[in-house]
Nanobody, 125 residues
């Protein structure tokens, strides 16, 4: 089991930036462990926005955030980051850090067992 705790959320005006952090503890075991960020906007389904293979570093971004958000991993401190630039009102959502493995669904989150509690990001126009 991996325990995850997000921080860094808050309110910002459109065009602004925020950096989310996710502190991880526990064993990131498995054949191909992956860490990811998901979000869920009010009244909408949860969606995966970016994921990263821990061992190889490969990343995959959802089109809605590509070019604006950047995922990174500080392995020494077991902390995952999400740098969010040029934020838009439609980025307003609860953001979740997740740890899973190859074969889990990184679009819907199906199959992923380790989740943070989430942190709110609000972008005003």
């Amino acid at each position: 089991e991996v325990r995850l705790e997000e921080s860094g959320g808050g309110s910002v005006q459109a065009g602004g930036s925020l950096r989310l952090s996710c502190a991880a503890s526990g064993s990131t075991a498995g054949r191909a462990p992956i860490m990811a960020w998901f979000r869920q906007a009010p009244g909408k389904e949860r969606e995966g926005i970016v994921n990263m293979y821990i061992r190889g570093g490969q990343t995959h971004y959802h089109g809605s955030v590509k070019g604006r958000f950047t995922i990174s991993l500080d392995s020494a401190n077991n902390t995952l980051y999400l740098q969010m630039n040029n934020l838009k009102p439609e980025d307003t959502a609860m953001y979740y850090c997740a740890h899973g493995n190859y074969g889990d669904d990184y679009v819907t989150g199906s199959g992923i067992r380790d989740w943070g509690k989430g942190i709110m990001v609000t972008v005003s126009s």
